[in-house]
């Protein structure tokens, strides 16, 4: 029997959407407040920063970023092939790639901070 990737690929992607499905509105309903005014008691730079700056904290928001990107990649695949791009090889090369990338770079800029 063939060995296959695919347990690899449905774990991020399963772990990315549940998060995506309970953390994204949350996420934007406060951001969206914040950039209306309406900034959440204790939500200001210096708090998000300290927030940011702590390896919990960095742990979180990468891990978030990293699942977020992982569940777009597999959703966009998916999508293509969907619409008729059969090509399923090449789309998952390029995706998967993009999003390996990507996480590379967030936590990248997260160490940074």
Known sequence: MARSNKPIVWSL????GTLAAFAAPVLAAVFLAAALGHAPPG????RAQSLAGHWAGKAILGGTVILFLWHAAHRLRITLHDVGLRADTMAAVVLYLGAAIASVLAVIALVRI
Do not use: C, P, R, V
Not at 13 to 16: K, R, S
Not at 43 to 46: I, S
């Open 13 to 16: 992607f399963a772990a990315g």
């Open 43 to 46: 939500f200001d730079f210096d």
